[in-house]
């Protein structure tokens, strides 16, 4: 997989450091090419007439601002400069070159917030990657001022308050239209609440690119619709069983429901063959819902759960399951006797949170799939604790249990055992839904049984998944969205798939 690198403020700060160091390409050349790049971007939306106001504060994104104002005036734009710590407050060194170029130019600097607020565009360049601490007092003044304007307001790099690494918010928090960022999104650019400030993000290249990482790959990636090109053809020999055998154990008597979302996600994703393990009492249910999938009802002792599971290659256990004696006895055999990979979601992680010493147990490759109450259980952590660091979670939790964890939120983190990990930007607020996770589960399982890769399985899940959920919005929108809305969108997935991503 090639994928999109999604890189912190600190890997940032090291990349430009690399870039200087190893390859000699002076920082004030980035910062001239970043300028430049953002330049063009607001050269291509707004005309002469437009008048524009850059704030600064005494950075290297000051600087950036600075050299920003500059080449907007040879460009023959109007823009001023206004420098939140006054015009005297020593700054890095970059930005006093950059004032010191701007100032022999004599292009305009302003001193009153309120002619910054009766510019057309004003352009954040107080605080990027180096934001330590929450804004305050004046500073904090000045942002909420340019935030109650009309003015479109653009962020270069980040928009300040928000905290590049994990998404916070610090403070006072600039609302940002655009977001110009530099050669890499940053993960707080994508995390909530962070993402909220942003509007749209816009990568502008700066001359910096994967030679600076030296080999040392940063850990978070993104998939997007590209990555849909780099998966094969289903090969045209083929017959049910090329495709793999999926055991759902999932549904109770009063959530039939899930387990049909599930299977039939499954079936949707290209399985072969799947078997539904349920109580009887579902049995029309499931079979006038979903004809296709075979049935095996009211398995009662771990040995006959057994026999089923030599029958598949991989098992999703937990959607609607419950947390019955019944359902108890299913997840425990489950985790310690079978030898095909798993997805484990929904009551089979409940069940697993009461005694964590059962994910200990499994021989197999596992897939988690918890939402945020789900992590809660399990991790012993408060959601707020979670939301704090939910890649840095995932990501423990992956280890520490060797499984591929799949951690669904707003953008949903997938972080494998070996430290790699995913954030997803496909989907919308629609698939905030009852039966939504049941269908990712199956998506998931389905693809399991059919590359019999993990993290691939998982990544490209949750992907897809999103990505259904959006090719569906424009009939149901968000409010009409129900998870088997979900599922017809997985059919435009992969017929863009078969087309090659076109
Ligand atoms: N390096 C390169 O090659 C390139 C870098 N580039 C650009 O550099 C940006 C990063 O620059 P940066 O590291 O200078 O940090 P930046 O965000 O400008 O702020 C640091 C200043 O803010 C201050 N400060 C922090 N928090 C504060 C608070 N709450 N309240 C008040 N003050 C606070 C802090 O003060 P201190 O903590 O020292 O008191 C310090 O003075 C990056 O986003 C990109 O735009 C590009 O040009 C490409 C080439
Ligand atoms: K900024």
């Known amino acids: 997989m090639i994928l999109e690198y999604i890189v912190t403020g600190n890997e940032m700060k090291l990349l430009d450091d690399t870039t200087s160091q190893v390859f000699l390409v002076p920082s004030v050349v980035l910062m001239e090419q970043a300028a430049a790049g953002v330049v063009r971007e607001l050269v291509a939306c707004f005309d ?18 600075i050299a920003i104002a500059r080449l907007l005036n ?26 010191n170029i701007y100032a022999r130019y004599g292009f305009k600097v302003v001193s009153d917030i309120e002619c910054v607020c009766k510019s057309d565009v004003i352009i954040d360049a107080l605080f990027g990657t ?27 790099d980040v928009p300040s308050g928000v905290d590049s690494d994990k998404g916070h918010v610090m403070g006072c928090t600039f609302k940002a239209d655009f977001t110009y960022t530099f050669s890499y999104k940053k993960t707080g650019l994508l995390l909530w609440p962070g993402c909220d400030y942003c ?58 429901g899930a387990a049909v979302l599930s299977a039939k ?22 079979q006038c819902a979903l ?66 010493t059962l994910l200990n147990e499994h021989k197999m490759p596992v897939i988690v799939t918890p939402h945020l109450g789900e992590m809660s259980r399990l991790m012993k952590k408060s959601i707020a604790d979670i939301q704090e660091d939910i890649i840095g979670v995932a990501g423990e939790f992956a280890c520490l249990y060797n499984v591929t964890c799949v ?8 972080a494998a055992a070996d430290g790699e990990k ?35 399985a998982a990544a490209y899940g949750a992907f897809i998944h999103g990505l259904a959920g959006d090719m569906v919005f424009d009939n149901t929108g968000s409010y009409g969205m129900i998870a088997s809305d979900i599922i017809d969108g997985l059919d435009k997935v992969w017929i863009k798939v078969e087309k090659n991503g076109n």
């Open 48 to 65: 002469k007439s437009k008048e524009f106001a850059v704030i600064c504060g005494r950075g290297n994104n000051a600087g950036d601002g």
């Open 265 to 286: 996600a499954a079936y949707k994703s290209g399985a072969g063959l799947v078997k539904i393990i349920t109580p009887e009492c579902n049995r029309s249910i499931i």
């Open 407 to 414: 951690l669904k939120d707003f953008r949903t983190i997938i």
């Open 291 to 356: 004809p296709e999938a075979l049935l095996c009802t009211d398995i009662a002792s771990a040995k006959a759960l057994e026999t089923e599971l030599e029958w598949a290659d991989a098992v999703v256990i937990g959607p609607g399951l419950s947390k019955s004696d019944n359902a108890k006895m299913l997840v425990e055999t489950v985790l310690k006797t079978a030898e095909i990979p798993l997805v484990i979601d929904a009551d089979a992680l409940n069940i697993i949170s009461d005694n964590m």
């Open 74 to 99: 040879q460009a023959g734009y109007r823009c001023m400069v206004y420098y939140a710590f006054g015009t005297d407050e020593a700054g890095s060194e970059l930005f006093e070159l950059q004032k």
């Open 130 to 156: 180096g934001l330590k601490r929450a804004i305050e007092g004046s500073l904090a003044d000045v942002i909420s001022s340019v935030n109650k304007t009309d003015a479109y307001r653009v962020a270069v």
């Open 422 to 456: 995913f954030i997803n930007l496909s989907g919308n607020c629609g698939m905030a839904t009852a039966g939504s996770g049941d269908v990712l589960s199956g998506i998931v399982g389905g693809l399991l049984v059919q590359w019999r890769d993990t993290k691939k």
């Open 199 to 256: 509007g749209l993000v816009k990568v502008v290249p700066i001359g910096i690119d994967d030679h600076s990482f030296c080999g040392n790959l940063p850990s978070v990636r993104a998939l997007d619709e590209s990555d849909l090109k780099k998966l094969d053809n289903r090969p045209a020999h083929s017959n049910k069983g090329t495709f793999g055998k999926l055991l759902v154990i999932a549904g109770s008597r009063d959530m039939a």
